[in-house]
């Protein structure tokens, strides 16, 4: 297979495996800004079911809140990610790496505060107890690559570790060693141990979402 490559514009190039679904959910970088941290991220809706259109049309502004009473309280939230890494290995890219997209919210990195103006966020579907698939680290593998190749990326986090308390995704079902060992990223770049070894308290009633409502400027949640 082909390695995946992004354009100049930050979409991902036509291959296997791969789709393009462009959110309205992003903005301009701050000038002269690229992003320099990866943020993981996991999300589910509703909450725990996998395989279905919901977190897709959220990211599109379409979502049918009549489809499930759970969702009826997303109703408004404007968000989006770079990337949706399906259970199947499925990448559907939302919005090119090289514009701001909306899923860090309140979040901070190395004293630096509005991750999403450095950051791309790639959420996988999932939970954060549930174990990951071998098909979501291969599309990682593929994908990780092509980042790093059109960005001049620093660190990969957690949602967890840039909102510490607020965010727990993408939990301890998420497998860092096998990630970086798959994916070429140095360990010096990945969450240091004392970060992997917290336990955050599992919120299933509130999945992990970025947040924008309309009208602001950077996600809040």
């Given at each position: 297979m082909r390695p995946l490559v992004l354009d100049r514009h930050g979409w991902l190039k036509p291959a296997s495996g791969v789709m393009r679904a462009p959110s309205p959910n992003h903005d301009e970088r701050p000038t002269g800004q690229d992003a320099t941290l990866l943020v993981m991220h996991n999300i589910s809706l509703p909450p725990g079911?996998?395989?279905g259109p919901?977190?897709?049309?959220?990211f599109l502004n379409q979502l049918n809140y009549s489809t499930h009473p759970w969702l009826e309280?997303?109703?408004?939230?404007h968000v989006s990610a770079h990337f949706f890494v399906r259970r199947n290995g499925l990448i559907v890219q939302h919005v090119p790496t090289s514009r701001r997209a909306w899923h860090a919210g309140v979040s901070s990195y190395a004293g630096r505060e509005r991750c999403n103006d450095f950051s791309i966020g790639i959420e996988l579907e999932g939970t954060d107890t549930l174990p990951y698939t071998d098909e979501q680290y291969q599309a990682l593998?593929?994908?990780?690559?092509a980042i790093k190749t059109r960005h001049p990326l620093k660190a990969v986090r957690g949602h967890e570790h840039i909102a510490p308390g607020r965010k727990t995704d993408p939990g301890p079902a998420f497998?860092?060693?096998?990630?970086?060992r798959e994916s070429s990223i140095l360990p010096r770049y990945l969450p240091p141990r004392s970060a992997l070894d917290k336990t955050y308290a599992i919120r299933p009633q509130r999945p992990n979402l970025p947040v924008k409502p309309p009208g602001t400027p950077i996600a809040q949640d």
């Open positions: 079911r996998f395989g919901e977190v897709v049309d959220l309280r997303l109703r408004g939230l593998q593929g994908l990780i690559p497998d860092w060693k096998r990630f970086g």
